[in-house]
């Protein structure tokens, strides 16, 4: 009898929370620009050290490493003006959260498409295409006007909507799963106070239908 545990419970905690938070984001500019910030800050911290271990070639770990050092510092000023409740001061915030975003999506495909074409640096399809929508992406927001942050905030809802029906398909078989071991762990109970369980009492049922079967005459 397998054992399983509460993973289920989590998922759907987290499917309430994404979902709660997407819908929140649509009336909340400053937690837009906040999430914005510490998304490309984590996305930047985190390539540090594989790309300046895998990376071969000076030259590579050098362009790489300048574009983390300005992702960072463009999530670090959004998180700063989320946090320091600068946003409704002025109109420039829009203009500044408008062009980071188009810059941080250029750049990554520009320094992507320097090393595979000047630097030989070999890739695969997915990737190859994932960059391609990156540098598409950054040009649209560079040149949409009417871009700001509900647009993102729309976008993150879609993708919560995406994760919370994901996590909750999820928790719901690994709940499925945990019924089904209750239910084995009650009749287990059963079948030790002497009791008989269901899986024999269908196995008896399937004998005696058989045994009705061959006891039928046949027709030639």
Known sequence: ???YGY???LKFVLAAILLGVGIYLIFEKEVVYLITGVAIVIFSLFRVVPLMKTLNKEVLRTINLIEILIDLVIGGVLIYVAVADKIDTSKIWNFVYRYSLAFFFYARALVFFTSVVFFEEKTEVPKFVAHI???TVGSIIAVW???DHVTVALLILIIS???AAYLGY?????????R?????LQEGKRA???????KEIEADLDVVIDEKDEDRPSVN
């Open 161 to 163: 909507f995406i994760g």
């Open 145 to 147: 006007e009417g871009f």
């Open 192 to 198: 030790a106070d002497g009791e008989r369980t269901r």
């Open 133 to 135: 929508i990156s540098i």
């Open 1 to 3: 009898m397998k054992k």
């Open 7 to 9: 993973g289920w419970l």
């Open 170 to 178: 999820d928790g719901f078989n690994g709940y499925k799963k945990y």
């Open 180 to 184: 089904n071991f209750q239910l084995e």
